[in-house]
């Protein structure tokens, strides 16, 4: 409904609004076709409530799937494709996944066929032959009614339902699913959206992977509400292309982490980040010779964030007119913090979180698809980060381990 909503709002005829690699240009009316198609295709080989793994690249055909399954009761879980084929696997069994999405094209190109293939009891499903299946009905059914009333077309959404399935990294052990349902992360787009002017005068460069929460929430889905044009990109390691893709796009906006904006300096010319206005780091602490470089070389002010997959992800960024290098800047609206002290640890504490933003809960690869709702020591409801951090007087966060 927020895509219908964007569409209605900015118009059917966008030519240029998204851009992928391949090479792609979408309208609002493409992406919403897009997605309509796509859901209805993966209806053919799924049932109503099922976990289907999405194992896709940056593409605006894999963004159109994912909201595509989910407007049609399916829940994606999106598989991190650089975790190898054991840890895909520990992920579909976490999730009870038994059908997974993909293209052979994409698994050919990526050299990921083998690993790929290599999952058990798992079927693969390419979509290169699904789309084989979109017959004459299916064709009429979409031109002639779905895409003038697509919020007829797709059963009744309900906020709570998950509408995405990401899974952490298994730095402490199996990776664990992180259900975010729909209102997490439409809460954490108008948050972000509180606190930045996104509007269609921008234009978003993401090369964060959408498997990950900070490139589908902040990459993204801000992109798709605000009406900002969104250039997707399929990997943030291309540190030549990068600098490149952003000049030749003038985009305006970008979010990354510390380390991927310290390669894209050392690859880039001093014109290439010249229409750069809001650049966000995040995932990792910014080293201060990258916030040095980028403000010599570039004129560019990062501004580093603070969040976690579990909220979808944002909880704290600086902001232009208020950005204290050293910190992460204030908590965004409706998040509610605590923190709790740490043994040996004298400032600061243990930083629990709560929000409309907060995930549904955890799958565990010990209970697959049983959700266990968020709790922490605090309460019920409320999220142990498992970072230390501590206030300053004016309320900026300070991440201290």
């Not at 993909?102 to 690993?115: G, N, P, W």
């Not at 990950?212 to 044009?229: K, P």
């Not at 968020?374 to 300053?392: E, K, R, Y």
Request: glycine content about 10%; some cysteine.
């Amino acid at each position: 409904s927020a895509l219908v909503k964007a569409t209605r709002r900015y118009g059917r005829n966008t030519p240029g609004q998204w851009e992928d690699q391949k090479p792609g240009s979408y309208s609002y009316g493409d992406v919403l076709k897009m997605t309509l198609a796509l859901g209805r295709l993966a209806c053919k080989v799924s049932e109503p409530g099922e976990h289907v793994g999405v194992l896709m690249p940056n593409m605006a055909s894999t963004v159109g799937l994912l909201i595509g399954l989910s407007a049609f009761g399916r829940i994606p879980c999106m598989l991190n494709y650089t975790a190898g084929s054991e840890g895909m696997q520990s992920a579909c069994q976490t999730a009870r996944v038994r059908t997974v999405l993909t293209s052979r094209l994409f698994l050919v190109k990526a050299d990921l066929l083998a690993q790929a293939e290599a999952m058990r009891d798992v079927r693969l499903v390419y979509l290169e032959d699904l789309r084989k299946q979109f017959g004459l009905l299916d064709k009429a059914w979409l031109m002639g009614f779905a895409l003038w009333f697509p919020l007829l077309a797709a059963p009744n959404g309900d906020a709570e339902a998950p509408a995405v399935v990401m899974f952490t990294s298994g730095s402490e052990g199996k990776p664990k699913g992180v259900v975010l349902s729909h209102r997490a992360l439409l809460a954490n787009v108008a948050q972000a959206m509180q606190v930045f002017p996104f509007s269609p005068a921008h234009t978003v460069f993401n090369a964060l992977p959408i498997f990950h929460s900070l490139g589908l929430t902040a990459g993204t889905l801000i992109a798709m509400v605000s009406g900002a044009r969104l250039v997707i990109y399929t990997s943030p390691l291309h540190f030549k292309a990068v600098p490149e893709l952003v000049r030749e796009k003038r985009c305006t906006v970008m979010f990354g982490t510390s380390t991927f904006l310290h390669h894209y300096a050392r690859h880039a010319g001093p014109e290439d980040f010249k229409s750069m206005q809001i650049l966000v780091a995040g995932a990792e602490k910014l080293a201060d010779s990258v916030r040095e470089t980028w403000r010599e070389r570039f004129g560019v002010e990062i501004l580093e964030g603070y969040g976690v997959t579990e909220t979808a992800p944002v909880l704290a960024v600086n902001l232009p007119e208020a950005n204290r290098p050293g910190t992460v800047g204030r908590l965004i609206p409706g998040v509610e913090a605590r923190l709790l002290p740490v043994p040996g640890i004298d400032s600061g504490g243990e930083l629990h979180v709560r929000g409309p933003n907060l995930m549904s809960g955890y799958y565990r690869h010990d209970a697959p698809g049983v959700l266990e709702p968020p709790a922490s020591a605090v309460g019920p409801g409320w999220h142990n980060t498992g970072d230390v951090a501590l206030f300053d007087d004016d309320g900026y966060v300070v991440i201290q381990g």
